[in-house]
C-alpha cells in the first residue's frame, strides 16, 4: 500500500473544510484534504454569510464573487404571514439587535449565498491553491494517533486503491456524524431531537406571487406550517416543513423553526418521514409533496417540481474538547448548532479562520505545540454560547431577529492573547447587545474606512493585517522598526503597518484615535494573522521586550 506524508490532514469538504484548505494554503501549510462525497452539495443547505465570515472571504480573496453569487442585499428580509399571499403580512430587516442601526462595523455585511452556490466558489479556489492535493471521492478509512502524527488510510471511491497517509495533524471537519471525532473518543454532550424537518426542493414560479414582498424567509404564522427559503427569488425554492419529534408525532405548527432554519440545515435524518399528524409519507411522491408546497403558498394551482428533499433533526450538541493530541475538530464536528439565527456554518468557518494560522505557526516552527490548545479555550466557549442564543431562538415563537454583526463581538481569553490591566473579563465571549469596537486585546480589529491619494477604492484597517502578525501602527514611525526588526530576528515573521502614512488617511479623521482611545500617540497593537488583537501598549524602552511578547503570544520556547 503506497504511503505519503503531509504536515495536514483535512477530513471533510463542506464549506469548513475548504476555507481551512484555503487558509492553509495561503499560510504555506502542506496539507490534503480528503471527501468522500463525488462532488460538493446540491442541496441549498446553509444560506447565511454573516458579515464575520465575509470578512474572511474578504482576506482570501473571495468577496466578489461570494457577493456575486448570493441575493441582492435589497431582497434580504424577513416576512410573515400565514402563506405567500397573505394581505396582512410583516416584512421586516435584518436588525442587529440593540446595537444596530449605529456607524458601520465592517467592510463586508453578510448575505444570503446558499450552500450549493458557495461551495463551488471555495472548491475552485481551495483547488486553483493546493491542486491535486484536494480529493473529492475519497473517503477516510481509519487513522490511528501515535502522539507524534497520526497514520490514516484513505481510499478513492471511484477506483477502491487505498493508500497510507502520514499527517502531523489531523483535523476533523466531516460533520456532525463525524468520524474523526468518533476515532478521536470525543464525546459530544447536549440534547438532540428538538426538531424534525422536511425539507423539500423545489421549483416553481413563485417570484410574481412574491414580486410585492420579496425577503430571503418567509416565516409561516398560524395555521400556516414552516416556511420558505429563496434560492433565486423566482423559480428556485425549498420549502421547510415540520414533522414530529419521532415518526408519526406531529410537531407543534407554531415551532418559531420555519424558514429561520433560513440559514442552516442541521443533522441529516433518514430518507423517510412522518409528514403531519400521524401521516407516515414516502418523501418520494412528489405529488403529495407538491400539494404541500401549494397548501402552504397559498396558490391551489401552483405549477410544482419537486426536485429532491432532506429530512434532518435540530439537535443542540458541543463536543467535550476539540483536541485529542494529534487530532482536532471543527466545524459541526465540534459542534452542532439550532439553525435558528444562522450561525452554524459561520461558526465553523470562524473555527478554521483560529485554527489555520496556529497551525501554520506550530509546523513551521514559530509557535509551540501548546499554541493550539489556545484553539479549544477561544472557540469552545464562543460556540457554546452560540448554541445557547440559537436555541433560546427555536423556542421563541414570535420570531426573532438575525443579527449579521454578532460574531464580530468575540473577545477571546487566553494564552494567546496578553491582556492589559484595564481589559476586565467579559460574561461570555460574545456581545450579543451588539457590535462596540474598541483596540482591547482579544478582539477582533475594528474596522475604520481608509482612502489612498490616486486610488478610488475605498480600503479598511482589516486589508493592513495578515497574512502573518502584524504590529500596526497609529502612524508611520520609523521607531517602531528596530523592535519588529528584533523579532525578525527572532525567527518569527512580523510585518509593520501604519493606519496613516504619506498616502493613506482615514475617511473619517481622527476615528483611529478615538477607537484606540489612547493617552500616547505610539500605542501599538499586535495583530494576529485572524484579525485579533494579541497585544496593545506603547512603544517599550527595550527592543527585547516585543519579541518576548510574541514568544509567549505563540506559546514559543
Known amino acids: 500500500m503506497a504511503e505519503s506524508h503531509t504536515s495536514v490532514l483535512v477530513v471533510g469538504g463542506g464549506p469548513v473544510g475548504l476555507v481551512l484548505s484555503c487558509l492553509l494554503s495561503g499560510q504555506g501549510v502542506d496539507h490534503v484534504l480528503v471527501e468522500s462525497r463525488p462532488a460538493v452539495s446540491r442541496h441549498p443547505r446553509a444560506r447565511g454569510v454573516s458579515a464575520r465570515s465575509m470578512e474572511i472571504f474578504r482576506r482570501m480573496g473571495l468577496e466578489k464573487a461570494v457577493r456575486a453569487a448570493g441575493l441582492p442585499a435589497e431582497q434580504v428580509r424577513f416576512y410573515r404571514g400565514r402563506d405567500l399571499v397573505d394581505p396582512d403580512y410583516v416584512r421586516t430587516g435584518p436588525a442587529q439587535g440593540p446595537g444596530g442601526g449605529g456607524p458601520e462595523h465592517t467592510p463586508s455585511p453578510g448575505l444570503i449565498c446558499s450552500q450549493d452556490v458557495l461551495e463551488p466558489l471555495l472548491l475552485r479556489r481551495a483547488g486553483e491553491l493546493a491542486g491535486p492535493r484536494v480529493r473529492f471521492g475519497t473517503r477516510l478509512l481509519s487513522f490511528r494517533d501515535d502522539g507524534l502524527g497520526v497514520q490514516a488510510v484513505v ?14 495533524w489531523l483535523v476533523g471537519c466531516d460533520g456532525a456524524s463525524s468520524t474523526v471525532r468518533a476515532g478521536a473518543g470525543i464525546a459530544m454532550e447536549g440534547p438532540t431531537g ?17 414580486a410585492d414582498r420579496v425577503s430571503a424567509s418567509y416565516f409561516l404564522t398560524v395555521p400556516g406550517r414552516g416556511g420558505f427559503m ?16 419521532d415518526p408519526g408525532t406531529a410537531a407543534d405548527p407554531g415551532a418559531a423553526a420555519g424558514p429561520g432554519t433560513a440559514a442552516d440545515v442541521g443533522t441529516a ?43 434532518w433533526r435540530m439537535d443542540a450538541q458541543l463536543a467535550r474538547s476539540y483536541r485529542s493530541s494529534r487530532v482536532l475538530l471543527a466545524g459541526d464536528a465540534a459542534h452542532v448548532v439550532p439553525p435558528t439565527g444562522g450561525h452554524g456554518m459561520n461558526t465553523g468557518i470562524g473555527d478554521a479562520d483560529n485554527l489555520a494560522w496556529k497551525l501554520a505557526a506550530v509546523t513551521a516552527g514559530h509557535a509551540g ?31 426573532y431577529h438575525i443579527d449579521d454583526e454578532l460574531l464580530l463581538t468575540a473577545a477571546y481569553r487566553s494564552a494567546a492573547v496578553v491582556p492589559g490591566p484595564q481589559d476586565a ?27 489612498t491619494a490616486g486610488a478610488s477604492d475605498v480600503t479598511s484597517t ?11 501602527t497609529a502612524d508611520d514611525d520609523p521607531r517602531w522598526q528596530p523592535h519588529a526588526e528584533a523579532v525578525r530576528r527572532a525567527g518569527i515573521p512580523l510585518a509593520l503597518r501604519a493606519v496613516r502614512t504619506a498616502s493613506r488617511r482615514e475617511a473619517e479623521p481622527g476615528q483611529w484615535a478615538r477607537l484606540l482611545g489612547a493617552e500616547h500617540a505610539d500605542t501599538a497593537l499586535l495583530v494576529r494573522p485572524d484579525g485579533h488583537i494579541a497585544w496593545r501598549g506603547v512603544r517599550p524602552a527595550d527592543p527585547a521586550t516585543l519579541p518576548a511578547l510574541v514568544r509567549r503570544v505563540l506559546a514559543a520556547p
Open 155 to 168: 481510499e478513492e471511491r471511484a477506483t477502491g486503491r487505498r493508500y497510507r497517509l502520514r499527517a502531523d
Open 194 to 210: 428538538l426538531g424534525r424537518y422536511l425539507s423539500i426542493r423545489f421549483e416553481a414560479p413563485l417570484g410574481q406571487v412574491v
Open 230 to 245: 429563496a434560492v433565486d427569488n423566482d423559480r428556485h425554492w425549498i420549502y421547510q416543513y415540520p414533522l414530529g419529534a
Open 269 to 311: 435524518a433518514g430518507p423517510g418521514a412522518a409528514v403531519g399528524p400521524g401521516a407516515a409519507v414516502d418523501v418520494a411522491d412528489h405529488r403529495f409533496l407538491a400539494g404541500l408546497v401549494r397548501t402552504a403558498a397559498g396558490v391551489p394551482d401552483l405549477d410544482v417540481t419537486v426536485r429532491d428533499t432532506m429530512t
Open 369 to 399: 505545540e501548546a499554541l493550539l490548545d489556545t484553539y479549544e479555550a477561544e472557540r469552545r466557549p464562543l460556540a457554546r454560547q452560540v448554541i445557547d442564543i440559537s436555541t433560546a431562538n427555536a423556542a421563541n415563537r414570535t420570531g
Open 425 to 451: 473579563d467579559r460574561p461570555g465571549v460574545l456581545d450579543p447587545a451588539g457590535c462596540r469596537p474598541g483596540c482591547r486585546p482579544g478582539e477582533r480589529v475594528p474596522h475604520v474606512r481608509l482612502t
Open 462 to 472: 482589516l486589508d493592513l493585517t495578515g497574512p502573518g502578525l502584524t504590529l500596526l
